[in-house]
């Protein structure tokens, strides 16, 4: 059983500069609340092959997580693939010019239910959306002051 989520808002900044901010790992923690810390595994830029490496905290516990990237189009495409507790997972950002200072994003999760996790899809489900909710929110907020900030200067 797969369950699936969408997210997406406008960003009043360009495709460039959220594709930008989306691709700085290090900043993840910044918008995904149980990220802690995130780095592609041997430095560099995200290609797909790569490793993103992350010490995350979620059900009260910090642990390591990985995850590969599968596609990068820039500016306008990157996914992962990696895991959920026992299930397999994949996330992607997916990003279109609304105009030249606007910006539709969208971040679509999908988990391939195993184990224990196959006896909520809903509850999992329903909370997973809240979180990838907050976390547009938060990437809208974080790109939109940076733009503000750039433009007084």
Do not use: N
Not at 22 to 39: I, K, M, N, Y
Not at 41 to 55: A, I, K, N, T, Y
Not at 58 to 87: I, K, W
Not at 100 to 112: F, K
């Amino acid at each position: 059983m797969t369950i699936r989520t969408e997210s997406r808002i406008t960003i009043a900044s360009s495709v460039d500069e959220v594709w930008a901010y989306v691709c700085d790992v290090g900043r993840w923690p910044q918008w995904a609340p149980t990220v802690l810390e995130c780095w592609v595994r041997g430095g560099g830029l995200l290609q797909p092959g790569s490793r993103v490496e992350q010490r995350a905290k979620d059900l009260g516990r910090t642990h390591p997580r990985s995850q590969e990237v599968t596609a990068v189009e820039a500016p306008s495409y990157v996914a992962f693939a990696g895991t959920m507790g026992p299930s397999a997972s994949r996330w992607a950002m997916e990003l279109k010019p609304v105009d030249d200072r606007q910006t539709d994003a969208m971040m679509w999760i999908e988990i391939d239910l195993a184990g224990i996790m196959r006896a909520v899809p809903g509850l999992l489900k329903g909370s997973i959306q809240r979180v990838s909710d907050r976390e547009m929110a938060a990437i809208k907020a974080a790109v939109e002051s940076a733009t503000r900030e750039s433009a007084e200067s």
